[in-house]
């Protein structure tokens, strides 16, 4: 074949071309460390990309919904544990009235001790977490106990999703940790004892101790209950994080460079470069015009 | 019997002869890096020797070594390389589109749910009801922002495809003009060889950009065929014209000399044309059809989800997105429900009014379309619009493999063309050694008949 300058030049400059776009691939890739960079990189892993983005963001969104709701339960079992303490004492305060030799005079100083008690588990009942007030219900945003001990809240399970497709409880039950939807209600059976031991009536005391004995099973029950519900939300954290582990994994060997072959790739291409480059100087200076 | 005089004349022609061989290769060497120049050579033919001539050397004209079906090659891999670089750059522009570096339409959706996500755990905080709207409508401007942008690329197209059909006209034009001037040169025996590269160059041209093949008669004008018609007859050049058919898509249409227009749409298909419809009228609607249907399918979705809803005002029925009638249409359309815009307590995440305002169970059910499939479809959101941008990028591969091939079987047939009809400086430089030794030894012979004729002179 008869070769002119033109088509010597002409295969230099796109052996040049093509190995300076090898490069500049070769460098994006090493300089970001990313193997794909838009769908036409690599449509597949492009599509596999967006994929595991959504099931990260998606894990991610569980972990700290988890948590949080994980958070408020591990507060209501702390305040459902506090309030079975009060019980327990209010419970060794009705035994010691109920002893004959207590006279009226103490039972009545016991009755303030009773009402103090009643005030702070009303308090303890009416607990605001991260989300509103935990033994509402749904009625997060007003306090469930009235002063007079009246529930307003509901017992209606908030949800979250422990896995796709998957819920759990994610509130305390206020109304059968306190009123009579688990049992007893509890501030009203101190309302009572108090009145008894204002009055005296050695009955209503005894009967007291039941009540009271009733009331802390009923909260232990519930403070049991909220712990497995705050535990089995930690342990969804747990196991959302080691699929956050796997699935970002998956994602980087998707979409990320080894480094070691992004580099290796780069020496090669700018060698190849370097290589044309040297080839059209060659060809420039090897012509019969200068002899 | 030649005579000492005659021996004169022969010097003169063999000087007059390499001159002319000089000069041509100062064309070649001048010309070398000339689009389109075809290399000359000086034809030569010696006199014969006899009562009549001096045996001589006579310059009998300038050849050009053109290879017609090398050049019928070049013109056709132009026009398929031209249609392939066409859509694999317009496809690149919708690619930027669709899927720029950061802040995808899948990073927005993902935002989006982790704003419901949010809101399923802190139904009653405003900030978080808040952050449901902004994402909202940040996901829905996203969308209606790339649908814009891909209509308007289909606008940026058709005004490209008409500037184009604006450079084929003013090209066959020339060539019309051009067909004369040759028919003219021939018919007075000139072979008008810089009017044929000219031609020529321009017919590659046309090919660059519509597609072409040339024939030529015996006038030494060509018939340009292009599009599935004639758009070059001797003297007479037809014009295109590119307009929008009803259903918004290119139309390619010829104007023949005589005024008759015919339609040339179908087989507009190679050329920088060809490659605009294919991406304009193909490629583009695919892709903005599967982001209309995907926003479709997730308004209705959501809207379906939310109306579910009772928001803080105890009010139930709202739709989140602008609820859209159909799915054409859908993506460009896609904003924020004008009713929610600023409100928040009008976002509906309890299942009932009973629940409020800590109720969560719709936001749950927002929240969980994240990991459901979308009606009409087989995967959640995200990855639903994930394969709408793999669809493209499996498209955009593609053409870019198809341009890599074109631009190498143009370098196949430029390569052949080049080898018939190209300039080599190293002939050239060894002609110019060689015409210039042949002018010397020509001078000499002049130099030895006039030295002989002086010694003749002077023995008398």
């Known amino acids: 074949m008869r070769i002119t300058d033109k088509m010597a030049l002409d295969a230099a400059r796109v052996g040049q071309s093509r190995a300076v776009q090898q490069f500049t691939d070769a460098s994006r890739v090493a300089s970001s460390g990313l193997r794909v960079n838009a769908p036409s990189d690599d449509p597949v892993a492009w599509s596999m990309k967006v994929r595991h983005d959504a099931q990260i963001q998606r894990m991610n969104n569980r972990s700290h919904t988890l948590n949080r709701a994980g958070g408020d339960l591990d507060l209501a079992e702390s305040v459902l544990a506090s309030a079975g303490d009060l019980l327990e004492e209010a419970r060794s305060l009705a035994v010691q009235a109920a002893n004959g030799s207590v006279d009226a005079q103490t039972r009545a100083n016991m009755a303030g ?179 | 019997m030649s005579s000492l005089f005659s021996l004169l004349g022969v010097a003169r022609d063999g000087m007059q002869a390499q001159s002319s061989g000089v000069s041509v290769t100062g064309q070649n060497i001048a010309n070398v890096n000339t689009p389109g120049y075809v290399r000359r050579g000086v034809l030569l033919s010696a006199r014969p020797f006899g009562r009549d001539s001096n045996g001589g050397v006579s310059v009998n004209g300038i050849s050009r070594t053109f290879s017609r079906f090398a050049h019928g090659r070049v013109v056709e891999e132009h026009g398929r390389r031209g249609a392939a670089s066409a859509r694999a750059s317009a496809l690149s522009a919708t690619e930027a589109a669709i899927a720029p570096s950061s802040g995808t339409i ?167 044309l060809g490659g605009l419809r294919e991406a304009r009228d193909v490629d583009v609607p695919s892709v903005q059809a599967a982001l209309d249907r995907f926003a479709f399918d997730l308004s209705t979705a959501v809207n379906t989800a939310h109306a579910s809803g009772f928001g803080l005002d105890g009010v ?22 004008p009713a929610l815009a600023g409100q928040p307590d009008r976002v509906g995440a309890a299942g009932a009014a009973t629940d409020l305002p800590g109720g969560n169970t719709v936001a749950l059910q927002l929240a969980g379309l994240s990991s459901r499939a979308l009606a009409g479809g087989t995967t959640p959101p995200a990855e639903r619009f994930g394969a709408v941008a793999s669809d493209l990028g499996v498209r955009l591969q593609a053409a870019n493999a198809e341009e890599q091939l ?55």
């Open chain 2, 106 to 272: 899948s990073d927005r959706v993902n935002s989006f749910f982790q704003s419901l996500d949010t809101l399923s755990g802190a139904p009653s905080d405003t900030s978080a009801r808040l952050a449901v709207l902004q994402r909202a409508g940040a996901l829905a401007q996203q969308v209606s922002t790339t649908a814009s942008d891909l209509a308007a690329q289909r606008d940026g197209l058709f005004d490209q495809a008409r500037g184009v059909a604006g450079e084929v006209n003013e090209r066959l034009a020339r060539i019309a003009t051009l067909n004369r001037s040759i028919a003219e040169a021939t018919s007075l025996g000139d072979a008008g060889a810089d009017l044929r590269d000219q031609r020529d160059q321009l017919v590659q041209e046309v090919g660059d950009r519509l597609g072409a093949r040339a024939v030529e008669d015996a006038s030494g004008q060509v018939t340009l065929f292009s599009a599935g018609t004639v758009l070059v007859e001797g003297g007479n050049a037809s014009s295109v014209s590119v307009t929008l058919d009803p259903a918004n898509n290119l139309r390619l249409q010829v104007q023949q000399p005589g005024g008759a227009t015919t339609d040339a749409t179908a087989a507009m298909n190679q050329g920088t």
């Open chain 1, 113 to 291: 001790q009773i009402t103090s008690l009643r005030d702070a588990l009303l308090g303890f009942a009416n607990t605001r977490g991260a989300t509103g007030y935990l033994f509402g219900g749904t009625a997060t945003a007003t306090a469930p106990f009235t002063a007079a001990g009246v529930f307003t809240g509901n017992d209606t399970a908030v949800p979250v999703e422990v896995a796709d497709g998957v819920t759990a409880r994610s509130n305390a039950s206020g109304a059968t940790a306190f009123t009579v939807a688990g049992g007893r209600d509890i501030l009203a059976d101190l309302q009572a004892f108090a009145t008894a031991l204002t009055g005296n009536n050695l009955g209503g005391i005894q009967t007291a101790i039941a009540n009271m004995e009733a009331g802390h099973r009923q909260l232990v029950t519930a403070q049991v209950n909220t712990g497995i519900g705050a535990e089995r939300l930690h342990s969804s954290v747990d196991v959302t994080a080691a699929a956050l582990i796997s699935v970002s994994s998956a994602r980087a060997s998707e979409t990320e460079a080894d480094a070691t072959e992004a580099f290796t790739a780069l020496s090669v291409t700018r060698a190849g470069y370097e290589r044309a480059i040297a080839v059209t100087r060659e060809l420039l200076q090897v012509s019969s015009v200068r002899r």
């Open chain 2, 406 to 460: 074109r631009d190498e079987t143009v370098q196949q047939a430029e390569t052949l063309r080049e080898s018939a009809s190209g300039v080599s400086l190293d002939e050239e430089m060894v002609n110019l050694s060689k015409f210039q030794r042949a002018f010397e030894a020509s001078t000499r012979v002049l130099r030895v008949a006039d030295e002989l004729l002086d010694t003749l002179m002077k023995s008398f």
């Open chain 2, 316 to 337: 139930t029925g709202r739709n989140l997105f602008s609820a859209p009638a159909v799915a054409v249409g859908a993506a460009r359309a896609m904003a924020l429900n």
